[in-house]
Nanobody, 114 residues
């Protein structure tokens, strides 16, 4: 499975960004798509994931600011991030999980700064 992410960039505190990711390859039903992030000097952590049946999970730090969505027909997942904070600055990674395997795309930098 290959993942191609887009979006990210520099935004001021309180601003919004949208990340998008498309999966391709041997894709089976029952998969999970989502986003992790890695802050500088820290381990990678979950941001959100969404199953293709619509079940979702968000990290506690999201606090209603981010919304994950996906298009099962296109195998894409988006992360709408609102009310961004400087502490959201990180490299964001799209991930895909199926049949016990987890895949990551190349990270995209999100910087929240004035």
């Amino acid at each position: 499975v290959q993942l191609q992410a887009s979006g990210g960039g520099l935004v001021q505190p309180g601003g919004s960004l949208r990340l998008s990711c498309a999966a391709s390859g041997n894709i089976f039903s029952g998969n999970v798509m989502g986003w992790d992030r890695q802050l500088r000097g820290q381990e990678r952590e979950l941001v959100a994931w969404m199953m293709n049946n619509g079940a979702v999970k968000y990290a506690d730090f999201v606090q209603g600011r981010f919304t994950i969505s996906r298009d099962n027909a296109k195998n894409t997942v988006d992360l709408q991030m609102n009310s961004l904070k400087p502490e959201d600055t990180a490299v964001y990674y799209c991930h895909f999980m199926q049949r016990g395997q987890k895949y990551w795309g190349r990270g995209t930098q999100v910087t929240v700064s004035s």
